[in-house]
Each structure stands twice: as structure tokens, then as C-alpha cells.
């Protein structure tokens, strides 16, 4: 049994069209078919179906379910199950054609990054000529309608590429009348207009090619005010100087065609001394893998300043860049850097556009905008994103893709619990053998032969307490570890130590204070300067003199700024190097400046 949802919803066995009576049924199944081999609550069923529901409404949904039961009764691989939340529509993938189409998109894409253009043609071919229409069409529940668009724009951008491969191999005249029918259907699709400009000027049309130049740039200008991107203005200067680049060219005979040229990778470099991480690299490895095709895959890596996790982002995105060859892209959102505000999310939309290629001055103004470019320019393609040091989920929601196999890592210090759909990743510290590793990794000879317990310990096990810890031996010959073991066995001693000419460590932890409250950071630096390593709520009490459930929402925000760990149920503990940070801050008067100022 197929299930086509590229264009009319409609059910084939053996070829032959299965009866669906009534668009409630066709609607039902398209809500099912989005969510195939996973739960669908009746929740969401009767919202989908219904603006303003009807008492009627779940009974209706479950006479529809029966129905469709029945016209699925014959098929082998495919079954309508119900379980506690609602149903499941048991199907095997590649029953669907819309995932026959995406991998088809994505075997072409292999192909031609492998130089195999022919055979990149043929499988392009094959996966559009699946479609018969406009993706569901006809259905019109909100969650159908924004997929429907989503494989729309992964259609469009294969069929641009299927005309740049038929260009390439010397196809001219006989792609004119396909070009010029998408090209008046979506105007606005500089690549579809620019391969009909050189199917035109190839076929010895150059007027012709030039005037569909101008009809675009008028168009433009009319709609949008605005000027063609740069390609096409590029094509227009080359085509009116016949330049030697857009002269018809096929491979001579006997010799493959050239490989087409990879996306540009702008991802810092990755540490040639990372350590350890080992369960939480296989986390991403499962997570990644576990994900369906053509849906994008989120994972936010919190925890503390200095804890590693642009190390762990960076590493794993270099290890992962053969899965996603269409474009490695990084981004600091400055959400805590000492020296300037954290990035709007329009000015890193700016920045991840122009690393795509977009000319900046053909960028609309506003995020909405720009968010839309971007999520139209990632769709169908194989990406990867570190969206670095991000304030909060309001910043990273317009830089997230909307549909395709991208995946976007996501680094804080907060818990980003509005990040709907994204796997949480916290961080913590090293694992002590790890912490050892990393410390005579970057020591070198200065720790030969040492143990190394108590040092690590004494930096919290903390990466960049260890760097800084292990670079200063590392750089003082005179020095043995028990030198460094002793300087670091006070609290005054750690914040004195754990500080090079370009690294600060106090200064560091001390940033995730200055987005706090007054309350909290009062609160904070109340239970650091307290003996106990460990509060409970009643303890917390005595100790600030405030009521119970103000110490619980106090509670919640630590742990949510990940500056306390919960060790057990409503018992909080603040690391020693957040202890020893709290002790060398002074707090402004409530009615003061708002940041902390590190005491030297």
C-alpha cells in the first residue's frame, strides 16, 4: 500500500486508488501520515480538525478512525494502532513518497558532490516526478499546512538543481519551455530565472536571455524595492560580455564531469587536546542518529562558564560535518562576553546569511524577515549550526531551521526549557581520570611522575580551571605540582591562581551573575560565605531569614542559571569555584548599577 501526500492525499493498493470518502477522513489521515510511527494524542486530533470544536468532536474523530481502519484492513506493513494517548499510524517509510522523494533529493545530492552528474540527474529526475501537485493539497490543518510548505521549498530547490545539472550537460532549447513555465509561476527564485537566462543566451537568445534579466529586476523593484541578487547580476555582466564562463561547456569525451565544489565550513578549530566527554558524545551520536529524515534536530549543551561546552559543540560538529556536507555554520551570540551586548537575533541572522552567500544588500530589514530567508535557504539541505553562547531561547528560535536534516547546537549557560522539541544536553565536570588526562596533556613533563588527585580536585575538575592551572606549571620550570597543589588550597589562593594574562577564571564564572536579579545574587553570595556545603530548604531559611517558598523560587533560579547542583531533592550545593567567585564580588546597593564588579 502507497500513501502519496505529494500532492492530493490519496491511498493506492496495487496501483489502485483506495476510497476515502469525506475531506474529515483525507484530513485525519494527513495528520496521522505527519506523524507516522509515532503517538498522535486526540488532543491534537481534535484541535487540527476544528477552529472551535464541537461537543461532537472526539466521537466524530473516533467514527473517522474506524473508517479509515477499514479501508486499511488490507495492507501489509501498515496498521491504525490505538494506544493510551490516541493512535499510531504503523507504516513502513518508504511507503510514504515523501520520503521517497527526500531520498532521492539526498542520494543526488551525494552523487553530484561525488562528480557522478549523470546518475545525480537521474535520481533528481525520479524524486521529482513524484509529485502531482502541491503538497497535500486540499488539506488545510495548521501542522499539515506549514509541512506542506516546508516540502514545497525542498521540491523547488530540487528543481533547481535538476536544471542546473541538465544545464551542465548541454541540454539548452528543449529546457526553455520548462524553465520559462517556473519561471513565471515563482518570479522570485533567482536560481530558476537565472538557468533560464542561459538556456536562453546558450541557444543563441541573448536578447531574449537579457530581457528575462530585466523583467526580474522590474519585478523586483515594483514588489520589493529591491535589486536582483548578485548571481544574476553577474550572469547579466557575463552574458553581455560572452564571457568564456557561460559559453556552452560538456565534458570532453572520456572524462567525468567536475565534482561540484563543497560548502564552505566556518567552524572554529576543534581542540587538538580535548579529553574525555565519552557518554556525552555517544548521547549526540544517538540523538542524531534516532532522528527521522528530513526533520531537523535541535540540542541545547547548558552548564556553567568555563565547563567546555563550545569544546564539546565544536568537537562534535567537526566529527559530524561528513553527515551534513551542505554548509557548517558558527555563530557567538555573545549571550554572556564581558565586552558588548549579546547579538539580536537579526544581527546573527546578518551574520549566518552572509556566510550562506547572501549579498547584504539584498537582506530585508527585521528578523521575521531574515528568519524567513534563512529557514527557506536551509530547507532540503544537509546542514549543521552552532549557534554558540546563546541569553536565552527568545534569541535562537528565528535562527533555527524549519524543515530538512540541519542540525542545530546550541550552547548556554541557562536552561533553555522554551526550546520546544530540542534534546537537553547539561554538562558538568570532567570525570577526575579525565580531568587527570587533560591536566598532564597540557603540562606536558612538568607533571611526570606526580599525582595529580588532588590538584584536579582542588580545580573542581573544571576544564578551564585545569587549563589554567596546568598551562601556569607548564610555563614556570621551577615549579612541581605540589607547588601548584598548594596555591590553589584556599579559597584566595584558587582566585588568585586560576588567572593568566588572558584568562581569568573568577572573571568568567562571575558573568553569569550579572543577568541575575538583585535577590539572587544577594541570596547567592549569602550561602557561599556559609559553612554548609549542602542547604535543604529550612536550612536555607535560617541562614537568609527568608520564608520558605521565596527560598524554593531562589532554589529553582540557580538551578535553572546552572550556579547550584541539586544533589538530592530540594537540596541545593554551590560548587567550591562558584563559592570561591561569590566571595570576590561586591553587590551594588538594589537601587544601583546592575553589574558585579570582580574585586581584584
Same mark, same amino acid.
Given at each position: 500500500?502507497?500513501?502519496?501526500?505529494?500532492?492530493p492525499?490519496e491511498?493506492?493498493?496495487?496501483?489502485?486508488s483506495?476510497?476515502?470518502s469525506?475531506m474529515?477522513?483525507?484530513?485525519?489521515?494527513?495528520?496521522?501520515?505527519?506523524?507516522?510511527?509515532?503517538?498522535?494524542?486526540m488532543?491534537?486530533?481534535?484541535?487540527?480538525?476544528? %477552529?472551535?470544536?464541537?461537543?461532537? +468532536?472526539?466521537? %466524530?474523530?473516533?467514527?473517522?478512525?474506524?473508517?479509515?481502519?477499514?479501508?486499511?484492513?488490507g495492507?501489509?506493513?501498515?496498521?491504525?494502532?490505538?494506544?493510551?494517548?490516541?493512535?499510531?499510524?504503523?507504516?513502513?517509510?518508504?511507503?510514504?513518497d515523501?520520503?521517497?522523494?527526500t531520498?532521492g533529493?539526498?542520494?543526488?545530492?551525494?552523487?553530484?558532490?561525488?562528480g557522478r552528474?549523470?546518475?545525480?540527474t537521474?535520481?533528481?529526475?525520479?524524486a521529482?516526478?513524484?509529485?502531482?501537485?502541491?503538497?497535500?493539497?486540499?488539506i488545510?490543518?495548521?501542522?499539515?499546512?506549514?509541512?506542506?510548505?516546508?516540502?514545497?521549498?525542498?521540491?523547488l530547490?530540487?528543481?533547481?538543481?535538476?536544471?542546473e545539472?541538465?544545464?551542465?550537460?548541454?541540454?539548452t532549447g528543449?529546457?526553455?519551455?520548462?524553465?520559462?513555465?517556473?519561471t513565471?509561476?515563482?518570479?522570485?527564485?533567482?536560481a530558476?530565472?537565472?538557468?533560464?537566462?542561459?538556456?536562453?543566451?546558450?541557444?543563441?537568445?541573448?536578447?531574449?536571455?537579457l530581457?528575462?534579466?530585466?523583467?526580474?529586476?522590474?519585478?523586483?523593484?515594483?514588489?520589493?524595492?529591491?535589486?536582483?541578487?548578485?548571481?544574476?547580476?553577474?550572469? %547579466?555582466?557575463?552574458?553581455?560580455?560572452d564571457?568564456?564562463?557561460?559559453?556552452?561547456?560538456?565534458?570532453e569525451?572520456?572524462?567525468?564531469?567536475?565534482?561540484?565544489?563543497? %560548502?564552505?565550513?566556518?567552524?572554529?578549530?576543534?581542540?587538538?587536546?580535548?579529553?574525555?566527554?565519552t557518554?556525552?558524545?555517544?548521547?549526540?551520536?544517538?540523538?542524531?542518529?534516532?532522528?527521522?529524515?528530513g526533520?531537523?534536530?535541535?540540542?541545547?549543551?547548558d552548564?556553567m562558564?568555563?565547563?567546555?561546552?563550545?569544546?564539546?559543540?565544536?568537537?562534535?560538529a567537526?566529527?559530524?560535518?561528513?553527515d551534513?556536507?551542505?554548509?557548517?555554520?558558527?555563530?557567538?551570540?555573545h549571550?554572556?562576553?564581558?565586552?558588548?551586548?549579546?547579538?539580536?537575533?537579526?544581527?546573527?541572522l546578518?551574520v549566518?546569511?552572509?556566510?550562506?552567500?547572501?549579498?547584504p544588500?539584498?537582506?530585508?530589514?527585521?528578523?521575521?524577515?531574515?528568519?524567513?530567508?534563512?529557514?527557506?535557504?536551509?530547507?532540503?539541505?544537509?546542514a549543521?549550526?552552532?549557534l554558540?553562547?546563546?541569553a536565552?531561547?527568545?534569541?535562537?528560535?528565528?535562527?533555527?531551521?524549519?524543515?530538512?536534516?540541519?542540525l542545530?547546537l546550541?550552547t548556554?549557560?541557562?536552561?533553555?526549557?522554551?526550546t520546544?522539541?530540542?534534546l537537553?544536553?547539561p554538562?558538568?565536570?570532567?570525570?577526575?581520570?579525565?580531568?587527570?588526562?587533560?591536566?598532564?596533556?597540557i603540562?606536558?613533563?612538568?607533571? +611526570?611522575?606526580?599525582?595529580?588527585?588532588?590538584?584536579?580536585?582542588?580545580c573542581?575538575?573544571?576544564?578551564?580551571?585545569?587549563?589554567?592551572?596546568?598551562?601556569?606549571?607548564?610555563?614556570?620550570?621551577?615549579?612541581t605540582?605540589?607547588?601548584?597543589?598548594?596555591?590553589?588550597?584556599?579559597?584566595?589562593?584558587?582566585?588568585?591562581?586560576?588567572?593568566?594574562a588572558?584568562?581569568?577564571?573568577?572573571?568568567?564564572?562571575?558573568?553569569?551573575?550579572?543577568?541575575?536579579?538583585?535577590?539572587?545574587?544577594?541570596?547567592?553570595?549569602?550561602?557561599?560565605?556559609h559553612?554548609? +556545603?549542602?542547604?535543604?530548604?529550612?536550612q536555607?531559611?535560617?541562614?537568609?531569614g527568608?520564608a520558605?517558598?521565596?527560598?524554593?523560587?531562589?532554589f529553582?533560579?540557580l538551578l535553572?542559571?546552572?550556579l547550584?547542583?541539586e544533589?538530592?531533592?530540594?537540596?541545593? +550545593?554551590?560548587?567550591p569555584?562558584?563559592?570561591?567567585?561569590?566571595?570576590?564580588?561586591?553587590?551594588?546597593a538594589r537601587?544601583?548599577?546592575?553589574?558585579?564588579?570582580?574585586?581584584?
Amino acid at each position: 500500500m502507497d500513501f502519496l501526500v505529494l500532492g492530493p492525499v490519496e491511498v493506492r493498493e496495487s496501483g489502485v486508488s483506495v476510497r476515502l470518502s469525506g475531506m474529515r477522513r483525507r484530513r485525519l489521515l494527513a495528520l496521522l501520515l505527519l506523524n507516522a510511527r509515532h503517538a498522535v494524542s486526540m488532543d491534537f486530533l481534535v484541535d487540527e480538525l476544528w %477552529q472551535d470544536p464541537p461537543a461532537s +468532536a472526539r466521537h %466524530q474523530v473516533h467514527n473517522a478512525i474506524r473508517d479509515l481502519r477499514a479501508a486499511l484492513a488490507g495492507s501489509e506493513g501498515a496498521g491504525l494502532i490505538t494506544v493510551d494517548v490516541g493512535y499510531r499510524l504503523d507504516v513502513p517509510a518508504d511507503a510514504v513518497d515523501a520520503h521517497r522523494f527526500t531520498e532521492g533529493v539526498r542520494a543526488a545530492r551525494a552523487a553530484r558532490r561525488e562528480g557522478r552528474d549523470a546518475e545525480a540527474t537521474r535520481l533528481l529526475q525520479s524524486a521529482v516526478d513524484l509529485w502531482r501537485g502541491d503538497a497535500f493539497d486540499g488539506i488545510d490543518c495548521p501542522s499539515v499546512t506549514a509541512a506542506a510548505a516546508g516540502l514545497d521549498e525542498q521540491r523547488l530547490s530540487a528543481v533547481e538543481e535538476l536544471m542546473e545539472l541538465r544545464l551542465a550537460a548541454g541540454e539548452t532549447g528543449s529546457l526553455v519551455a520548462e524553465l520559462s513555465a517556473l519561471t513565471a509561476r515563482y518570479p522570485l527564485r533567482d536560481a530558476l530565472r537565472g538557468s533560464l537566462m542561459l538556456a536562453l543566451y546558450r541557444g543563441g537568445r541573448q536578447a531574449d536571455a537579457l530581457a528575462v534579466y530585466g523583467e526580474g529586476r522590474r519585478l523586483l523593484a515594483d514588489e520589493l524595492g529591491l535589486e536582483p541578487g548578485p548571481r544574476l547580476r553577474r550572469l %547579466q555582466a557575463e552574458i553581455l560580455a560572452d564571457a568564456p564562463r557561460v559559453q556552452r561547456r560538456t565534458p570532453e569525451p572520456g572524462r567525468p564531469a567536475t565534482a561540484r565544489p563543497s %560548502q564552505d565550513n566556518y567552524l572554529p578549530r576543534d581542540l587538538p587536546d580535548f579529553t574525555g566527554r565519552t557518554t556525552e558524545l555517544a548521547l549526540l551520536d544517538r540523538a542524531v542518529g534516532d532522528r527521522s529524515a528530513g526533520s531537523p534536530r535541535t540540542v541545547v549543551i547548558d552548564g556553567m562558564g568555563g565547563i567546555g561546552k563550545t569544546a564539546l559543540a565544536v568537537h562534535f560538529a567537526h566529527h559530524r560535518t561528513p553527515d551534513h556536507p551542505d554548509g557548517q555554520y558558527y555563530v557567538d551570540l555573545h549571550g554572556f562576553s564581558p565586552a558588548r551586548a549579546p547579538l539580536t537575533p537579526e544581527e546573527a541572522l546578518g551574520v549566518l546569511l552572509r556566510s550562506d552567500g547572501a549579498a547584504p544588500d539584498a537582506l530585508p530589514a527585521g528578523p521575521a524577515e531574515l528568519s524567513a530567508i534563512w529557514r527557506s535557504r536551509l530547507a532540503g539541505r544537509r546542514a549543521l549550526l552552532v549557534l554558540d553562547n546563546a541569553a536565552d531561547a527568545a534569541q535562537v528560535a528565528p535562527l533555527l531551521p524549519g524543515t530538512g536534516d540541519t542540525l542545530a547546537l546550541i550552547t548556554t549557560r541557562r536552561k533553555l526549557t522554551a526550546t520546544d522539541g530540542a534534546l537537553s544536553l547539561p554538562l558538568g565536570a570532567l570525570a577526575p581520570a579525565d580531568a587527570e588526562t587533560l591536566f598532564r596533556r597540557i603540562a606536558g613533563d612538568a607533571c +611526570a611522575g606526580s599525582s595529580l588527585t588532588r590538584t584536579v580536585a582542588l580545580c573542581g575538575h573544571h576544564p578551564l580551571a585545569l587549563r589554567i592551572a596546568a598551562t601556569r606549571l607548564r610555563d614556570r620550570p621551577s615549579w612541581t605540582v605540589p607547588d601548584v597543589t598548594s596555591r590553589l588550597c584556599t579559597s584566595a589562593g584558587r582566585t588568585a591562581f586560576l588567572r593568566t594574562a588572558d584568562r581569568d577564571l573568577m572573571s568568567v564564572l562571575a558573568l553569569s551573575y550579572t543577568q541575575l536579579p538583585y535577590e539572587v545574587r544577594e541570596f547567592t553570595r549569602t550561602l557561599a560565605l556559609h559553612p554548609a +556545603a549542602v542547604h535543604d530548604i529550612p536550612q536555607a531559611c535560617a541562614a537568609t531569614g527568608l520564608a520558605p517558598s521565596a527560598v524554593e523560587c531562589l532554589f529553582d533560579t540557580l538551578l535553572d542559571h546552572n550556579l547550584a547542583d541539586e544533589p538530592s531533592p530540594a537540596r541545593l +550545593a554551590i560548587p567550591p569555584l562558584l563559592r570561591d567567585c561569590a566571595h570576590t564580588l561586591t553587590f551594588p546597593a538594589r537601587d544601583g548599577a546592575r553589574r558585579l564588579t570582580a574585586v581584584a
